[in-house]
């Protein structure tokens, strides 16, 4: 992609997804920063999904969450969400335990069966019915799962010392949130991916699950089988993985400037700093809105 200035940075901003869905025929909508702010549904998010419903606009929630989707499913309608809205969604952490029990990668061949989950207490059931061996030592490990740190408010640099020495026994690690960071109730908390980045950084061997990767797009296309691709858009807040991931998979991306962007975008976003966000990602959105309201 050539190098954007701001005026050629300029997108269509909207009011609301009205004007969106009158441009597409379906939908990929991510949910931490679009739906929700992992502790409330966002004002106006139920009430969009049910104006794409009886528009007969079809939707599937792609997520990075670290989690099995169907637990990504319980926390929504805990906090709100319409069952009916949460009948087809993949997590990031739903790729993860698929792989983790199929074991088919070659990345596998040389890892043994003893696993050290680096992640909060919230995240394990990532390994329900799952055939690893889970140990609470690096030292007595084959492979390092990274669902994020174990604490809300930890920082990469906590971890340095772990890294450290996971890389130089030669761990490999499998990341299961590519997220760097995410907004919780307000408050900016690290995730799995930036863990992975500095692991990665220091040496080490990651084998990444979700946004941006064009993989784990292919179930929405399953479920969205009926659709030409130039005909659907995906919906998110992160250039790094929403934007980024939606082109990678040929589908339009659609930036809620509202999300993790929010503080340095402005509303409407500020084109000199979409073009710098372009320019650093490579993902250009189609459109812009300030959040997932009609």
Known sequence: MADLTPETAAIPHFDGMAAIAERYDAFILDVWGVLHDGVTLYPGAVDTLEQL???????????????????????????????????????????TFLDLKERSDPFYARVGNRCIHIGPARDRNLFDGLDWD??????????????????????????EGKLALGVQMGLPMICANPDLEVVRDGRKLVCAGALALRYEALGGTVRWFGKPKAEIYEYCFRVLSGFDRTRIAAVGDSFRTDLAGAQNAGVDPILVAGGIHGDALGNPPEADVVASLVAQWKALPAASIPSFGW
Request: proline fraction near 6%; hydrophobic fraction near 45%; glycine fraction near 6%.
């Open 134 to 159: 889970q140990t609470d030592r690096l030292e007595d490990a084959d492979l390092i799962v990274n669902t994020g740190p174990w604490e809300d408010g930890e920082t990469v640099a906590d971890y």
């Open 53 to 95: 419903t009886a528009a007969e606009k079809p939707f599937v929630m792609l997520t990075n969450a670290p989690r099995r989707s169907a637990a990504v499913a319980e926390s929504m309608i805990a906090m709100g969400m319409p069952a009916a809205f949460c009948r087809h969604i993949l997590s990031s952490g739903e790729a």
